[in-house]
Every structure is written in C-alpha cells, then in structure tokens.
C-alpha cells in the first residue's frame, strides 16, 4: 500500500517546521501545497523555507517558475501527482504540506481538472470590468453561474475569480469533483489554535519579514522587470510593498493592511478545512503534539 501524509491548516501554525521533524524521522520528502511558493525569486513574502530547512529534508514544487509565467490548479495538479508518485517509488513518505486548500484538495480528492489554457482577451476585458465596477461583480457574476466553484474560492482573490470564469466560460459544466480515488491510502492531520493567537502569530510573522527585507526583495523583483499587475505579484505583502513604493501608502498603513488580509485570509482557509471534517485529525498547537502525531504516523505506514 502507497501512502500520504498531508499536513494542513491556517497561515501561522507551524506546518512546515512539523513537516520537517516528521519527515526526517519517517525517511520523507515534502510535496508543497502553496500557491505562492511555486514563484521563484519570492521568498521572504511567501513565507519559503530557509535555505537550511530546505537541505535537511527533500522539497517538491518550490521555486518552479517564474512571477511572469501562468500557474495553473490542473498544472500543479498533475506536478504533485507526479512528485508523490516519485517518491513512493523510492519506498519514501511523501508528506503533502501547505494551506492553500485548492492544491491540497485536488490532490486528496482527485479533482477532473479540464486543462482549460489562458485566454488573455477574456482576462483583460473581465480585469477592466473589476477595476470599473469593483471585484464583488465579478464574484456575483461567479455565483450566478457557477455557485459550487464560488463556494470555493475567496471573493478578495480577483485573480482566481476570473480564472473560475474563464475556465467556466470553456467548460461551462464543469464542476470540482472526484475523479477517481488517489491510488493510496492517506492520513490528513490539521493543525489550528484559537484566532487570536493565530493572528498573534502572523502579525510576529510579517514584522519578521519586514526586519528579513521585504520591501528589498519587491524593490528587486521591480528591478528585474516584474510588473505590479502580474497575478503573482498581487499577493498579500507584495500588493501592499508595492503600493508603499509608488507612494500610495506610508509603510506603517502598508504593513497593517498586510496583517489584516493575512487574518482574513486565515478565516477563508477555515471554510477549506473545516474543524467538523472528521477525515483531518485537528490538534492545537498549544499541546504536546509530537508523540501523539508521531503515532498516527506510524499507524499510516504500518510501523
């Protein structure tokens, strides 16, 4: 029996420092599930592992292309596929780790994907229609056309609500849904704590980042030709960086906005992974966690 282990939960809880110890301790390697950590030169923004953390255990689908190059759900999709299977054959633990709920559960549950290609016309017109009219119309628009996708995806995030509209627009039928059953048996474990101390924790965080160089590392990333209105670049953090380096915002206003959409993105993350989903064993990360977790484990793999 092939088997998996996914490590999921909100922004701020530690997933990837439990992954680590996880991994080293049963012969692993880490398949990110992070929309953001696919682009390469973005890495204080991401939240990336530190050089250090990623020569202690093998990384898949991290720094794997560019901030001007499309990124696809159907191409991490069929990436991640394609990494876990690798490792299984190595007789290895693939640990799938992250918290962006599309990529974990398109894997888990073997989303039909149609491999709809960008289609930059639609883009532009549906861009210019949010500018003109604001981002909620072009949600509503979803709703009204495709109310399960809407379900899924978060009304802030322009850029995913115009990919759901372009790809409905080719496959108009077409809805998430299982495929076919992964080909192994998996064992999902959350982590969570109570909002306040998340948002404790990410507020530390994007300090941290700013001290690591943030607003260097956008400074950087402009220099090198990459433009404000690429989708990757309009992430949180690096939406604000950039509008405090245009002079729209002072740095104390761009970094609170910052904590704030990270905390509202935390709230969104929970409608993904849902505290009554009984296929995720939730721990709180105030406990002890790891000889509890280090036994559901080895039950996974059958040590």
């Known amino acids: 029996m092939n088997h998996l282990l996914a490590i999921i939960g909100p922004t701020g809880s530690g997933k990837s420092k439990l992954a680590i110890r996880l991994a080293q ?24 592992p530190s050089r250090h953390e990623l020569s202690l255990v093998p990384h898949h689908l991290i720094n794997i292309v560019n901030p001007d190059e499309d990124f696809s759900l159907a191409q991490y999709q069929n990436l991640a596929g394609k990494a876990i299977d690798g490792i299984q ?95 192994f048996k998996t064992l999902i474990v959350g982590l969570t704590a109570d909002r306040a101390e998340l948002y404790r924790r990410i507020d530390s965080r994007v300090d941290e980042m700013l001290a ?61 992974f849902q505290l009554k989903d009984d296929r995720i064993h939730w721990f709180d990360i105030h406990r002890q966690l790891d000889s509890e977790i280090t036994s559901l484990v080895a039950g996974l793999i059958g040590q």
């Open 89 to 183: 054959r190595r007789h290895k633990l693939p640990l799938l780790v992250g918290g962006s709920g599309l990529y974990i559960w398109s894997v888990l549950e073997g989303w039909g994907i149609p491999p709809v290609p960008p289609d930059p016309e639609l883009r532009h017109t549906l861009e210019a229609k949010a500018a003109k009219l604001g981002r909620d119309e072009l949600y509503h628009e979803l709703i009204r056309v495709a109310p399960a996708t809407a379900r899924r995806i978060d009304p802030h995030n322009v850029r995913r609500v115009i990919r759901a509209l372009e790809v409905h627009r080719s496959t108009p039928f077409f809805q998430p849904q299982r495929k076919q059953a992964p080909p």
């Open 212 to 272: 690591q160089g943030l607003v260097a590392e956008v400074e950087k990333l402009v220099s090198m030709g990459y433009d404000f209105n690429l989708p990757a670049m309009s992430g949180i953090g690096y939406k604000q960086i950039g509008m405090f380096l245009r002079g729209d915002l002072t740095l104390a206003v761009a970094v609170q906005q910052i904590k704030f959409e990270t905390h509202r993105f935390v709230r969104h993350q929970y409608a993904w």
């Open 25 to 48: 301790q049963f012969n692993g390697e880490i398949v990110s599930a992070d929309s953001r950590q696919v682009y390469c030169h973005m890495d204080i923004g991401t939240a990336k």
